[in-house]
C-alpha cells in the first residue's frame, strides 16, 4: 500500500501515480527525485496536482525552501544526452522493481 502524499489516502502500487509537482515539461526536473512523489488518480489529473498540498508536502519532506528551490532549477535549461536518458530509464525501471517486490 502507498499513501497519496496530497489527500493521504492508502492505494495498492497499481494505483497510484507518479506525481511532478513542477511539470515533466521542465526537463531540468522532470527526473529529480525531489520533485516526484506518490499521487492518487484524483488528485494527480482531476485535480490538477494540487500544487498547493504537494508544496506543503515537499516542505515537510526536504525542508523549507525546497519547494522555490524546485521552482528555480525548473526555469533552467538543460540538454540530456541520449546515454543519460538511457541510464536514467534503467536506473527507474529496477528502482520500480524494488518497490513492487516490497
Known sequence: MVECVTC???YEI?????????SRKHYATRWDEENVAPQCYGCNVMK???Q?????WIEQTYGEGKAD??????????KFSDYELK?????????YM?????
Not at 498547493?52 to 506543503?56: A, D, P
Not at 541510464?87 to 528502482?95: A, F, G, R, V
Open 8 to 10: 493521504k489516502r492508502q
Open 48 to 50: 490538477y496536482g494540487e
Open 52 to 56: 498547493f498540498l504537494f508544496s506543503k
Open 14 to 22: 497499481s494505483k497510484i501515480q507518479n506525481g511532478h509537482f513542477i
Open 87 to 95: 541510464e536514467m530509464i534503467e536506473l527507474y525501471k529496477q528502482k
Open 69 to 78: 528551490e524546485l521552482l528555480q532549477r525548473s526555469r533552467e535549461v538543460v
Open 98 to 102: 524494488q518497490l513492487e517486490t516490497r
